[in-house]
């Protein structure tokens, strides 16, 4: 019940944020449309390009925005003051900050099957999908959030973290298969690939869009990698709530 | 009694000094009174409150909540408090009044119908029921002020914490807010942890009052209390003749002559001792002067804390 009121909170309070705020919206959603038909164009070009050329991109797309939510959240509720008003509340700060991260998430994905629809209807491009790829996205995501916490934390903690999110979001796009090919990387940058939370939900669902064996082991490391984000950035996010409740930082911005 | 406090410090670590804002605070709260904290700016009474609604944690010392750490209570203690703390930042101004009551309402875990109904009872009860589908930035403080409170009282809180509440409001508005924490208080059972700068608001509502100072408490008791102890008599005495400034001294040391004219001397004079009133009236009679006005009176709780925070607790008895 709690948890069920704590969504609904949420969702009505990022609807009526919508609905305040829905030029930044429209703005924003016309950008992505524009990003993703620049994308999809692109690789149309290559005939070598496999049929899961896109999934990378979404993921990557994703985690761009979940990744930065919790310290995006926490960053507004300290601005406009309201933060120690959540804190006041019988729910932990986390649970409230991974219900807003996973409300927004919910709304961003609607958001962009709305625009493959879109770009399936008015560009030339084929999008080929597999329904097994969503318990992988899904997975994956539970790790995203960790690492969303683990950001959060430092928010909580030093406020301005934004610039350290752009610097994240870049290494994500550049470093888990999204755009380069992890095998053409040097040994040391593959080990570091295979450790970010993103690398290993991409390459499962890559093979599963390109009819391609996936193995138990992909499996169980996608689950262990996925979990420990989980449980570090949850713990990470603790640790700093304790620190903060000592040394009394909640409302500098 | 419902809230204890024991043996309770607090510490900050700034560039590597410390900073001992609260040293070893002891007192309690009865159930259902209006208890004030007063101090100057930097006391340490906004880090009293925060600590005893669990956003900061102690460096030593306890908080009992009905005889139960509030540390080990956890989040559950927040469904027995409410809290309403300085500045006017504790709502969404981009959201409606109504809207605001619906989304910490949901938070705090009630039911719908629950929100609803306590909801227009409080719009209601503090005048705020018209404007409830406004938006809260377009209200004034006051408005503001009192929707906080309204949030803070949905879930019927046994003890409601108020962190400067009339800070920036007009008179109305803080006549009629002082109305409402003396009807909390006093008709609902709610106990009411109040600071305020105010002191005609601490005045007519606490009932008892702590004064914090150098991190250590400086008075606790009654405003009533306080009042008496380091009030000194003022009186208002005229006669129907002029009197030269020697002739005052005679009887009076501390004394401001507020009036010579028309045969017609006015003086106030501040005295602990009601025997020179007598000998100076004695005297008057005698020399068949007409006293045609005497009055005393007391200081307000506002000249009071003046002269507390200016001279200090111990000097100031000696006043």
């Not at chain 1, 909170?9 to 703005?27: G, Q, R």
């Not at chain 1, 996205?137 to 903690?157: A, K, Q, V």
Request: hydrophobic letters at 45%.
């Amino acid at each position: 019940m709690k948890m069920f009121n704590i969504i609904k909170a949420e969702l009505s309070k990022y609807m009526i944020e919508v609905k305040t705020y829905y030029p930044d919206h429209i703005v924003n959603m016309i950008v992505t449309y524009i990003f993703f038909a620049g994308f999809f164009l692109e690789f149309r070009n290559y005939a070598a390009v496999k049929d899961s050329y896109y999934i990378g991109f979404l993921y990557w797309f994703l985690a761009a925005n979940i990744i930065s939510e919790v310290s995006v959240s926490i960053s507004f509720e300290k601005q406009v003051g309201t933060l120690e008003q959540l804190l006041l509340k019988p729910v932990s700060l986390e649970v409230i900050c991974l219900i807003k991260t996973l409300t927004w998430l919910a709304i961003t994905f609607i958001k962009v099957m709305v625009l493959f629809i879109v770009i399936k209807l008015t560009l030339p491009i084929n999008i080929v999908f597999n329904i097994k790829i969503i318990p992988i996205l899904i997975i994956t995501l539970i790790g995203l959030l960790g690492f969303s916490l683990l950001l959060g934390g430092l928010t909580l903690r030093f406020t301005k973290t934004a610039s350290f999110e752009t610097i994240l979001s870049y290494i994500l796009l550049f470093f888990t298969g999204t755009i380069i090919d992890i095998n053409s990387m040097p040994i040391l940058f593959q080990i570091i690939s295979k450790s970010l939370p993103l690398t290993q939900g991409i390459l499962i669902s890559q093979s599963l869009i390109d009819k391609q064996p996936v193995f138990f082991s992909q499996m169980f490391l996608l689950c262990i990698n996925s979990f420990l984000y989980f449980i570090i950035g949850i713990s990470f996010f603790r640790y700093i709530y304790n620190k903060s409740k000592v040394e009394g930082i909640w409302n500098e911005y | 009694m419902i809230l204890e406090i024991k043996e309770l410090s607090k510490t900050y670590k700034t560039n590597r000094k410390k900073q001992l804002v609260l040293d070893s605070v002891s007192f309690h709260v009865d159930k259902g009174e209006i208890f004030s904290i007063l101090g100057e700016n930097g006391a340490g009474k906004t880090t009293l409150i925060k600590l005893m609604v669990n956003l900061l944690t102690p460096s030593k010392g306890k908080i009992l909540y009905k005889n139960m750490e509030i540390t080990t209570i956890g989040k559950d203690y927040y469904t027995e408090i409410g809290v309403v703390l300085e500045g006017n930042r504790n709502i969404y101004w981009y959201l409606s009044a109504y809207e605001n009551i619906l989304y910490f309402g949901r938070l705090m875990g009630l039911k719908e119908k629950e929100i609803r109904e306590r909801g227009e009872e409080l719009l209601k009860f503090f005048g705020l029921y018209e404007d409830k589908d406004k938006k809260v930035g377009n209200f004034s403080r006051g408005m503001q002020q009192k929707l906080s409170i309204i949030i803070s009282l949905l879930h019927e809180p046994k003890i409601l914490f108020l962190d400067e509440p009339t800070l920036g409001l007009d008179v109305v508005s803080k006549m009629d807010m002082i109305e409402k924490i003396k009807h909390l208080s006093k008709e609902e059972g709610v106990t009411v942890i109040i600071t305020s700068h105010q002191m005609d608001v601490v005045e007519k509502v606490a009932d008892r009052v702590m004064i914090l100072g150098e991190g250590k408490i400086q008075f606790l008791d009654t405003v009533d209390k306080l009042i008496n102890k380091y009030s000194g008599n003022k009186y208002l005495i005229r006669v129907e003749r002029n009197l030269d400034d020697a002739e005052i001294k005679k009887y009076f040391d501390t004394v401001n002559v507020v009036r010579r004219e028309n045969d017609i001397t006015e003086i106030e004079v501040y005295i602990d001792s009601n025997r020179l009133i007598n000998s100076f009236l004695g005297d008057m009679v005698k020399r068949n002067i007409y006293v045609t006005h005497i009055s005393k009176s007391q200081d307000s709780l506002e000249d009071i804390m003046y002269k507390f925070l200016k001279l200090g607790s111990d000097s100031f008895e000696d006043v």
